[in-house]
């Protein structure tokens, strides 16, 4: 793959996706990102500017969205990306006891990668999972009613 460049796949489905009437702006700059992050791990300057291009849309609300939405990173990232619920109800129900035995057991904080690429740890706000705090999301995947030992045993069926 190309480093530097969208691959001829991904240009053609964004040049669909913008041909198609009536798809909101929003839909479209959001699947476009969405699929140059599954593709990349993250969203690449060269992939803003191109998106813009083939777009039509202005580099700067390109830019703006990847910014708003913490789900994109501008990084490359580890084979998986966690995030811990750091919202009242999970902090309440034990965050700091979880994020403490991650942080122990792979030597990394919040907002890092592992030396060895397997996993980027960072925190979001509330997922809708309240009532089932200590929460956790691992490449889409939700875990709830985490324990350290439970964070701990999950983590590791992740290669
Ligand atoms: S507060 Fe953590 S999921 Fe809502």
């Given at each position: 793959?190309?480093?530097?460049?969208?691959?001829?796949?991904?240009?053609?489905?964004?040049?669909?996706?913008?041909?198609?009437?009536?798809?909101?702006?929003?839909?479209?700059?959001?699947?476009?990102?969405?699929?140059?992050?599954?593709?990349?791990?993250?969203?690449?300057?060269?992939?803003?500017?191109?998106?813009?291009?083939?777009?039509?849309?202005?580099?700067?609300?390109?830019?703006?969205y990847?910014?708003?939405?913490?789900?994109?990173?501008?990084?490359?990232?580890?084979r998986?990306?966690?995030?811990?619920?750091?919202?009242?109800?999970?902090?309440?129900?034990?965050?700091?006891?979880?994020?403490?035995?991650?942080?122990?057991?792979?030597?990394v904080?919040?907002?890092?990668?592992?030396?060895?690429?397997?996993?980027?740890?960072?925190?979001?706000?509330c997922?809708?999972?309240?009532?089932?705090?200590?929460?956790?999301?691992?490449?889409g995947?939700?875990?709830?009613?985490?324990t350290?030992?439970?964070?701990?045993?999950?983590?590791?069926?992740?290669?």
């Amino acid at each position: 793959m190309s480093t530097n460049e969208l691959t001829r796949q991904i240009k053609e489905e964004i040049e669909e996706l913008s041909r198609k009437r009536n798809l909101p702006r929003h839909t479209l700059l959001m699947n476009s990102l969405h699929r140059i992050q599954e593709e990349y791990g993250y969203i690449p300057d060269f992939a803003m500017q191109e998106l813009s291009e083939i777009t039509g849309i202005a580099p700067a609300e390109v830019n703006a969205y990847v910014s708003f939405y913490h789900f994109f990173s501008t990084e490359p990232t580890g084979r998986h990306k966690v995030w811990f619920c750091r919202t009242i109800s999970c902090h309440l129900a034990g965050k700091d006891q979880i994020v403490k035995a991650v942080q122990d057991r792979f030597g990394v904080k919040m907002g890092q990668t592992t030396p060895d690429g397997r996993f980027t740890f960072a925190f979001t706000n509330c997922m809708g999972m309240c009532d089932k705090g200590p929460a956790m999301l691992i490449d889409g995947e939700t875990y709830t009613k985490l324990t350290p030992e439970k964070v701990l045993e999950i983590l590791e069926k992740y290669e």
